[in-house]
């Protein structure tokens, strides 16, 4: 235990205080309901497992973790094919169901994707000019992004084309080659949607988000309810536990997918702004972590962590004040949810790891 001592206790602090605000705004949602007290105590119980994970692989050292990626990615996915086979829960199939908890394999492929592409560059370290070593590196991205598709989510495979993307970036690829994958990208998507292979509810959800006046009741719902729940927060918020729109459940999923709605709303754009603080403070000591590593391995993993971190948190604040069309993307820390928070409670303690493993090498 003594390594802990040398943790990062700025990152630690932060993530506590992103758990502790996520109960608080979970209770506040929730409590009308006919169990007030379910969901929080569910999620406080996953706060206690994820800080036990997250004690338990910061005390690992990184070059075991760099050992366990090839074994990870494969499991991971395994799952990823298994919920295909038998995970089917409000109309996809994204959940394998064990009791009374449902295990999300797409969330734990982010991480497997980190650590595959981290331990797969470091012991190749070719040459980062190389566009075809880059195709190689893509194929770890690709693999998992084609099942999560099949499921269908395409949230997730955007998440991580994005944490490939400023993994290479990190490692020294070049940005002329990556700006072409970029693009290669947009032309892909507009393909697809031309030839129909955007699934409906998707196209839905992205025209309802350029187009919000032509369907107020359906596929723009959530976001107009989202959108008068964060203005009507005004500068401090109408009192916690006193939000008209979260007391009064008019949006849809808002302990998971629009939590920030509670606070916006609660708080005001007072505690809305804390919060925009506290993700920037976190996503700064991920970035100093990864810009201290000591080795290729860590530095990409590090980025990629930081990556992973800060897609989730723009994409799932733009959706709830009108920036980004609405996916169902957990906000780190705050939103209910297992294995969105184990996930992230995993991510940060590779990150504490890595932090570690620097202040006894200094020491």
């Known amino acids: 235990m003594r390594s802990l001592r040398n943790a990062d206790f700025q990152l630690l602090t932060v993530v506590l205080l992103l758990c502790a605000i996520g109960l608080i705004a979970i209770y506040s949602c929730t409590r009308t309901a006919p169990s007030p ?61 064990l009791g009374p908890v449902n295990l999300q394999p797409s969330e734990l492929a982010k991480l497997a994707v980190i650590l595959m592409l981290g331990a797969f560059v470091a012991r190749e370290e070719g040459d980062r000019t190389d566009f075809l070593f880059l195709v190689r590196t893509l194929i770890y991205v690709g693999v998992p992004a084609g099942l999560i598709l099949l499921q269908p989510d395409l949230g997730t495979p955007i998440v991580l084309f994005f944490i490939w993307l400023v993994m290479m970036f990190i490692f020294g690829s070049s940005p002329a080659h990556l700006g072409a994958f970029v693009l290669a990208a947009v032309l892909l998507f507009a393909g697809a949607w031309g030839f129909g292979l955007i699934r409906p509810h998707q196209q839905a959800r992205l025209t309802a988000f350029l187009h919000p006046e032509r369907d107020p009741h359906g596929a723009a719902y959530h976001q107009n309810q989202s959108l008068i729940a964060v203005g009507s927060g ?24 629009f939590v920030f709605t509670v606070i916006a709303e609660e708080l005001g754009f007072v505690g809305a702004a804390a919060i925009v603080v506290l993700f920037g403070l976190l996503l700064y000591r991920a970035l100093t972590i990864a810009g201290q590593a000591v080795n290729t391995f860590e530095r990409v993993v590090a ?57 006894q090498i200094v020491f």
């Open 37 to 97: 007290t379910a969901k929080v105590a569910m999620q406080s119980a996953y706060v206690v497992i994820g800080l036990v994970m997250m004690v338990g692989t910061a005390l690992l050292d990184p070059n075991r973790l760099r050992g366990m990626a090839w074994p990870l990615f494969l499991v991971v996915m395994g799952l990823l094919v298994l919920v295909l086979m038998m995970g089917q829960i409000r109309g996809t199939a994204r959940w394998i169901p």
């Open 303 to 359: 980025a990629g962590i930081a990556a992973m971190l800060l897609i989730q948190v723009y994409a799932n604040i733009a959706m709830t004040i009108g920036l980004a069309p609405v996916k169902g993307m957990a906000l780190p820390f705050l939103s209910y949810g297992g294995s969105s928070l184990i996930t992230n409670m995993i991510a940060v303690g590779i990150l504490q790891s890595i932090h570690i493993r620097r202040e």
């Open 234 to 257: 005004h500068l401090w918020g109408q009192g916690l536990f006193h939000g008209r729109q979260s007391q009064g459940q008019f949006i849809p999923d808002q302990e998971t997918d």
